[in-house]
Each structure stands twice: as C-alpha cells, then as structure tokens.
C-alpha cells in the first residue's frame, strides 16, 4: 500500500518551454503532498508544500511564478516549469503521506529527472 | 528551525561487516520522528527504518538498527551483515510531529559495499 507515482520519469525540453510533473497517490487520498528538488549528489530540498484546494507554501527562495502548484484533488498534485531554462535542470521528486500524523513516513514518488536544453 | 547533519559524506564496509552511520539533529520541539532513508542509483527513495522520539527504545528492522540518544540529538543508523544491495545513499530525515509536516533532511552518506 500507499504508493504515489510520478510522471514522466524524464523530460527534455526546450528553453522557454512549460513542462509539467504529476504526482498521484494510488491507493490513499493525500491532503498534503511535498515537492521536493535534488542536484546531483547532494540532498533534497523542500520547494514547496501542496496543500488540496488551496494555495501551496513555498519555501524560502523558490518561486512561486515560476514553479506552479496545483492540488485539485485528494490524489493528484501537479509541479509546472513555467519558462523553462537550464538552470532549472535537475532531479524533481514528490511526496506524500496518508495520514496527517507526523509519524507516517511520507512516501515518495519514482521522481522526474527534468533536461531543459 | 530544524537541522540535521549528516558528518561523514562517503563509507565503505567490507560486505558481511557492520557499519554506522552517524545523524545529528537539532531542534526545540519534544514530540517528532526520525527517519532513515535509502536511495539507491535508482534515486527511488526507500524507508529503512523510523524511531518515535517518545520511545527509549531503539528501533530495529532485520539487520537495520538505531541508537538513539535523545537527549544527545543524535540517530544514528547500523546496518549488520553488509550486502551489497545495501550501497546506496542514505539520509537521516526529521519529522515534526504536528500534523501533516514535512520531512527535513541531512546531506546524506553514500554507502560503497566492498565485495
């Protein structure tokens, strides 16, 4: 139980181009889902909290016109690149929980390696 | 806010043999969870093990043990018996315990099996 899946697996795109990554909870409803962002060989880093029908919280940092987040449903949350550029290559993953408890490992998606050329 | 450290960037283990890896954390809160996380080439995150910082005892998974020490901050992660699926980098994760939060993570440690 509780797996989330995340599309695609890679994406190359253009510079300037939009790309978006969707993260699905399978088997539980998730009110909260976490997108996270990973350099190579280095740790992850929270981008931003998806909360269902409401406004993600960013972190410190990340942009918010630039990363765009939307929870529509219980099992579906979505990261748009808008305006991709090079910088923005890196490794994208997400997460989610299936009970609000701060004991419940949150369980994470394959993640997106995304090539902005 | 919450920190957690991870001092040793790269171990090595001869396989069948014991390693541990270190974690240190910081916060002010007295209710919150720890995790170890592995993640293999695949870069698919895999949970090893997790520790309830109300409980004094220490969390064992097969050949995956913690030694935590609250009161130093300290979590750290032994793995028996090495094998080489076990290389992988691995991450000390922070959890508050407040509703749905989320996790905080260490720079990691990449783990190499030595056959």
């Known amino acids: 139980g509780a797996v989330v899946s995340q599309h695609p697996s890679w994406v190359i795109c253009k510079s300037g181009t939009s790309v978006k990554i969707e993260c699905r909870s399978l088997?539980?409803?998730?009110?909260?889902m976490f997108w996270y962002r990973q350099f190579p060989k280095q740790s992850l880093m929270l981008m931003a909290t998806?909360?269902?029908?409401?406004?993600?919280?960013?972190e410190q940092g990340v942009e918010k016109d630039k990363f765009l987040i939307n929870h529509a449903s219980l099992t579906l949350s979505t990261l748009t690149v808008t305006s991709a550029h090079p910088e923005d290559s890196s490794f994208y993953i997400c997460?989610?929980?299936?009970?609000?408890?701060?004991?419940?490992?949150?369980?994470f998606g394959n993640g997106t390696r995304l090539t902005v050329t | 806010a919450q920190t957690v450290t991870q001092s040793q960037p790269e171990m090595s283990v001869q396989e069948a043999e014991t390693v541990t890896l270190s974690c240190t954390y910081d916060?002010?809160?007295?209710?919150?969870?720890l995790f170890w996380y592995k993640q293999p080439p695949s870069r698919q995150m895999i949970l090893v093990i997790r520790?309830?910082?109300?409980?004094?005892q220490n969390a064992t998974e097969n050949r995956f043990s913690v030694n935590f020490q609250k009161a130093a901050k300290s979590f750290s992660l032994k793995i028996s018996d090495s094998q080489l699926g076990d290389a992988a980098m691995y991450f000390c994760?922070?959890?508050?315990?407040?509703?749905?939060?989320?996790?905080?993570f260490g720079t990691g440690t990449r783990l190499t099996i030595i056959p």
């Open positions: 997460s989610a929980s299936h009970r609000a408890q701060g004991g419940s490992p949150l369980h």
């Open positions: 088997d539980f409803q998730a009110t909260t």
């Open positions: 998806s909360n269902e029908g409401s406004k993600a919280t960013y």
């Open positions: 916060t002010s809160e007295s209710d919150y969870y």
């Open positions: 520790q309830e910082a109300y409980k004094q």
């Open positions: 994760a922070y959890r508050r315990d407040f509703g749905n939060e989320k996790l905080t």
